[in-house]
């Protein structure tokens, strides 16, 4: 029989031994992603959620359409109704107010093609809105694409943001490039140095055709062949603000536009002179 004074010593030597064993790795938690919400645009409305949870979201424009089209996001603060938003758009030279936020969008796609913008989203209510004008001349808004949607709190973190290779900021009235953008994919952030709203529109030249020739084309209303393919971008974001999109370039002759009416003038920002064409290669 095993004495006491065994028992004891066995006791604390199993104690001792449980004692210096390694904890468990903690679980380490799962990488969250950006929420990705589809909006879908036809000839003349969107397709989309009516609700969105805030934080870091990646919304994907697909043209199912037979017109070019964009999604312009806004947020309606200072509690401003969609019925203020559609009297503001009823002017198209009307200045854009205070009480209206540009947190992410994507640029003008063809038809059958899809883009995409990545930013961080606040509660609130929002709207989307395309303003590419058709042939006839009439905005897309006009004809009623136009869609309200809310913005809810989430109690899930934030996702990371997606790492960029790729700068283009923003400014009165350039696009800077910190690096030239090569054949193949890139995620590409989007700065806006201000001092007012502009956007990224993405656009392939055909070949032969400039900057130059798309500059005439949009001004001119769109009519007839264009001189080049709509390949997406970012519409925003507010100054000061960033987002991100992603987008493969094959070789060839680019152009960066910005469509947004100037604060001083209302014209467009591509007739101060913010176009820049550069090549792929």
């Known amino acids: ?25 903690a679980a380490q938690p799962a990488e969250t992603a950006p929420t990705v919400v589809t909006v879908t645009a036809t000839d003349f409305a969107f397709a989309a959620p009516d609700t969105v949870p805030a934080g870091l979201v990646t919304m994907r424009l697909v043209d199912a359409g037979k017109e070019v089209h964009q999604v312009v996001v806004m947020r309606l603060d200072s509690g401003k109704t969609m019925a203020d938003l559609s009297t503001m758009m009823t002017n198209p030279n009307a200045p854009i107010p205070a009480w209206l936020a540009f947190p992410i969008g994507v640029s003008v796609i063809a038809p059958g093609d899809s883009g995409n913008a990545t930013a961080l989203l606040t509660p609130g209510h929002y709207a989307m809105a395309c303003f590419v004008s058709s042939p006839d001349g009439k905005s897309h808004v006009e004809k009623g694409m136009v869609r309200p949607f809310e913005v809810i709190t989430s109690a899930s973190a934030p996702a990371p943001e997606p790492a960029s290779d790729v700068t283009i900021t923003e400014k009165d009235y350039d696009f800077v490039i910190s690096a030239p953008i090569t054949a193949g994919t890139h995620t590409i952030r989007v700065e806006n140095a201000g001092p007012q709203l502009h956007e990224v529109a993405v656009s392939m030249l055909a070949p032969g055709k400039t900057a130059a020739d798309l500059q005439a084309y949009i001004l001119g209303g769109m009519k007839g062949a264009p001189p080049g393919k709509p390949i997406g971008g970012v519409t925003g974001p507010d100054v000061g603000g960033h987002e991100t999109f992603t987008a493969t370039f094959a070789p060839g002759n680019y152009v960066l536009l910005c469509l947004v009416p100037d604060k001083t003038d209302g014209k467009p920002h591509v007739m101060h002179g913010m176009v820049k064409q550069f090549t792929v290669s």
């Open 1 to 25: 029989m095993m004495s006491r004074s065994c028992l004891w010593v066995c006791g604390v030597a199993v104690a001792l031994g449980a004692c210096n064993k390694k904890p468990a790795p």
